[in-house]
């Protein structure tokens, strides 16, 4: 865990979040400024800032959990389709710096397919 990281502290249960989903290695929240209803974040347990800090086996088992949730998260915002983006680094948007997977839920005609 590393000091002044909100995910770290979610992830610990020191601060609330409204955690949808754990496995083993990760954690599923909700985003607190979400893009669309259900906007979720998948985190590694462990503080990575980085993808390519996160162990080979680690990052499988974020991806499995990326993977089911994707659809557990359309289905239960009866959504038409979900991005699924990383921005991995500050140059890319990187705000948090603890690595973590958006899926953000769309809906025919909201803008993300144009
Ligand atoms: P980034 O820009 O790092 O890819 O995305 C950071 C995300 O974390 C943003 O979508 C932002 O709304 C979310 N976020 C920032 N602070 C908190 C927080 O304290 N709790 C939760 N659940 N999400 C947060
Ligand atoms: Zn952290």
């Known amino acids: 865990m590393a000091e002044d990281c909100i995910f770290?502290?979610?992830?610990?249960?020191?601060?609330?979040?409204?955690?949808?989903a754990e496995t083993d290695h990760a954690v599923a929240f909700l985003d607190a400024n979400p893009l669309a209803p259900g906007h979720t974040l998948v985190v590694p347990k462990q503080h990575y800032g980085r993808l390519s800090d996160v162990p080979g086996d680690e990052a499988a088992e974020?991806?499995?959990?990326?993977?089911?949730?994707?659809?557990?998260?359309?289905?239960?915002?009866?959504?038409d389709a979900v991005s699924i983006g990383i921005n991995d680094g500050e140059a890319a948007g990187q705000e948090i710096p603890h690595t973590h997977v958006h899926l953000v839920p769309r809906f025919d005609?909201?803008?993300?397919?144009s």
């Open 62 to 79: 974020l991806f499995d959990a990326v993977h089911e949730l994707s659809a557990a998260v359309e289905d239960a915002l009866d959504a």
């Open 8 to 20: 770290c502290s979610i992830v610990s249960g020191e601060i609330p979040g409204r955690i949808v």
């Open 109 to 113: 005609g909201d803008g993300g397919g």
